[in-house]
């Protein structure tokens, strides 16, 4: 027995060092730099160690705006998405022709760039000297006035950036819960057709609780990819998105380091250092809550 374990710990030992030297390690290591004040990257030296990066940043407008932009970001698209995906998977469940077809054709922006996504949006919403873009098109079919979705006002580029995130997702989403709903069996839907159950308490009482653990698992993993949201900003608004107050946690933390405001690797630290806490937290909260709702 003793030799079985050993021969499982030598097969899990590449594993191992390899999420130890690419995770842990650079996780600590960050920790260690987010209470380095003042630290220099080129002499790689500090003048002191404190909470003061912290109080920096938590201090700082544009990590502020940042938060408030992933919070809403992540508050909108999470729940949208998830539910959308859960009707669309509902709907190509129940039908026979062109099933196939359609899974297709919902798949396709998952396997599509992103910033080429990106560009086609801000074309899309973008107003210029000439042409305001096919969705002012369609609001003045409804009498409105042209709206610039891209430098105009703030509600207007977080619509364009929630319903971008939501494009972006759903497809591997339907994916995944079109497998879930093919998983459950038969046998729970032919006994409640017996007994004469409505088709939404099938819904709720035989489907929902059959697909809880693939639910729960796209809620967290969704929380936890818009948290990271960047690339979705900088396809839609460049690189400049504190200008355009349209920054991301992620986007503050690159911009510490490597934007016009970068060198501050220990800023940078300690912006990474509350995010990670906030996903942690959310993360914890969610596992509490699928102990009551996922029935595995």
């Given at each position: 027995?003793e030799k079985?374990n050993?021969?499982?710990?030598?097969?899990?030992?590449?594993?191992?060092?390899?999420?130890?030297f690419?995770?842990v390690?650079?996780?600590?290591?960050?920790?260690?730099y987010?209470f380095?004040e003042?630290?220099?990257?080129?002499?790689?030296t500090y003048?002191?160690?404190?909470?003061y990066?912290?109080?920096?940043?938590?201090r700082d407008?544009?990590?502020?705006?940042?938060v408030?932009?992933?919070?809403?970001?992540?508050?909108?698209?999470?729940?949208l998405?998830?539910?959308l995906a859960?009707l669309?998977?509902?709907?190509?469940s129940?039908?026979r022709t062109?099933?196939n077809?359609?899974?297709t054709i919902?798949?396709l922006?998952?396997v599509?760039n992103?910033?080429?996504?990106?560009?086609?949006?801000?074309?899309?919403?973008?107003k210029?000297?000439?042409?305001?873009?096919?969705?002012?098109?369609i609001?003045g079919?409804?009498?409105?006035?042209?709206i610039?979705?891209?430098?105009?006002?703030y509600w207007?580029?977080m619509?364009?950036l929630?319903?971008?995130?939501i494009?972006v997702?759903l497809?591997?989403?339907?994916l995944?819960l079109?497998?879930?709903?093919?998983?459950?069996?038969?046998?729970?839907y032919?006994a409640?057709?017996?007994?004469g159950?409505p088709?939404?308490?099938?819904f709720?009482?035989?489907?929902?609780?059959?697909?809880s653990?693939?639910?729960f698992?796209?809620?967290?993993?969704?929380f936890i990819?818009?948290f990271?949201?960047?690339?979705?900003?900088?396809a839609?608004?460049?690189?400049?998105l504190n200008?355009a107050?349209?920054n991301t946690?992620v986007?503050y933390?690159?911009?510490m380091?490597?934007?016009?405001s970068?060198?501050?690797?220990s800023?940078?630290?300690?912006?990474a250092?509350i995010?990670?806490?906030?996903?942690l937290?959310?993360?914890c909260?969610?596992?509490l809550v699928?102990k009551?709702?996922?029935?595995?």
């Open positions: 027995m079985n050993l021969k499982g710990w030598l097969y899990l030992l590449p594993a191992i060092a390899f999420l130890g690419f995770m390690y650079p996780l600590i290591d960050v920790f260690i987010s380095e003042g630290y220099n990257s080129a002499s790689q003048y002191g160690v404190g909470l990066n912290y109080s920096y940043v938590l407008p544009y990590f502020l705006q940042a408030k932009n992933t919070l809403i970001l992540v508050g909108i698209t999470v729940p998405s998830t539910g859960l669309i998977s509902v709907g190509l129940s039908i062109l099933r077809a359609f899974q919902y798949f922006p998952y599509t992103t910033l080429a996504v990106g560009l086609v949006f801000m074309i899309l919403f973008k210029t000297p000439y042409t305001d873009g096919l969705a002012n098109l609001i079919w409804f009498g409105a006035e042209p610039d979705f891209i430098d105009g006002p207007a580029k619509f364009v929630c319903f971008y995130t494009w997702v497809p591997f989403k339907i995944i079109t497998s879930a709903l093919a998983s459950v069996n038969e046998i729970y032919n409640a057709r017996v007994d159950t088709k939404h308490r099938i709720t009482r035989i489907t929902l609780p059959m697909i653990p693939t639910l698992y796209l809620i967290v993993t969704g990819g818009a990271k949201a960047y690339s979705d900003a900088v839609l608004f460049g690189t400049d200008a107050e349209m946690i986007g933390v690159y911009d380091l490597y934007g016009n970068g060198g501050y690797p800023y940078a630290s300690a912006a250092i995010l990670f806490m906030i996903v937290t959310i993360t909260i969610n596992l699928s009551k709702h996922v029935h595995y």
